[in-house]
Nanobody
Framework: QVQLVESGGDLVQPGGSLRLSCIVS????????MAWYRQPPGKQREWVAL???????QYINSVKGRFTISRNNAMNLVSLQMNNLKPEDTAIYYC????????WGQGTQVTVSS
């Protein structure tokens, strides 16, 4: 069974950086499209970034130039490097394995506040 475990969320000041990690078991990150989503307080979950099997990446406009999604095939994990964080980036961040049956992690809290 596929399992995803996120980590790296924290409280950070505006302009700061965080790196989220998603460790995957039960499948390989290199054979799947992997994505990050987030759910801000009181709002619906939204897609943030993805990396497909070929390494092609896409981002929601609001994070372009600030966030970078990557994967480490040897460690079977997907990361989200987040720079120049803004208060509106505050959310629970989820890792997702796309597919006919999607798999989700439990989420990690990111709070951007002074």
């Amino acid at each position: 069974q596929v399992q995803l475990v996120e980590s790296g969320g924290d409280l950070v000041q505006p302009g700061g950086s965080l790196r989220l990690s998603c460790i995957v078991s039960g499948t390989t990150v290199s054979s799947n499209t992997m994505a990050w989503y987030r759910q801000p307080p009181g709002k619906q979950r939204e897609w943030v970034a993805l990396i497909d099997r070929l390494g092609f990446t896409q981002y929601i406009n609001s994070v372009k130039g600030r966030f970078t999604i990557s994967r480490n095939n040897a460690m079977n994990l997907v990361s989200l490097q987040m720079n120049n964080l803004k208060p509106e980036d505050t959310a629970i961040y989820y890792c997702k394995r796309d597919g006919p049956v999607a798999s989700w992690g439990q989420g990690t809290q990111v709070t951007v506040s002074s």
